[in-house]
């Protein structure tokens, strides 16, 4: 089992930024491929951003490419989420997920993903 807690959303104006931060624990981090999904209302999650176990390949949604990062630290068992120039359509619950699996092409659908955390609120005002 592996266990993720995002944090960092909150209520932000357009143009701003925000950093979520997913913290796991249950499994060494290390081998996992990591990503951030959104999901609006009444909507399919929509795939954000992932990252192999090394941080050596990135993988971004067309939406937020030269926007978002994201970036991991296995020292601190955490995987970020660095959004910047943050647009009212970026509003969205943001999940993070993990898979005991070697990056791929495949690491942009939610079914590549075993886990998930429970979400995190971003709200961007305009």
């Known amino acids: 089992q592996v266990q993720l807690v995002e944090s960092g959303g909150g209520l932000v104006q357009a143009g701003g930024s925000l950093r979520l931060s997913c913290a796991t624990s249950?499994?060494?981090?290390?081998?996992?491929?990591m990503a951030w999904f959104r999901q609006y209302p009444e909507k399919e999650r929509e795939f954000v951003a992932t990252?192999?176990?090394?941080?050596?390949?990135?993988n971004y949604g067309d939406s937020v490419k030269g926007r978002f990062t994201i970036s991991r630290d296995n020292a601190k068992n955490t995987v970020y989420l660095q959004m910047n120039s943050l647009k009212s359509e970026d509003t969205a619950v943001y999940y993070c997920?993990?898979?005991?699996?070697?990056?791929?092409?495949?690491?942009?659908?939610?079914?590549?993903?075993?886990?998930w955390g429970q979400g995190t609120q971003v709200t961007v005002s305009s």
């Open positions: 997920a993990s898979a005991a699996r070697p990056y791929s092409g495949g690491a942009s659908i939610t079914s590549f993903y075993n886990y």
């Open positions: 249950g499994r060494p981090f290390s081998i996992l491929t």
């Open positions: 990252i192999s176990w090394n941080g050596v390949n990135t």
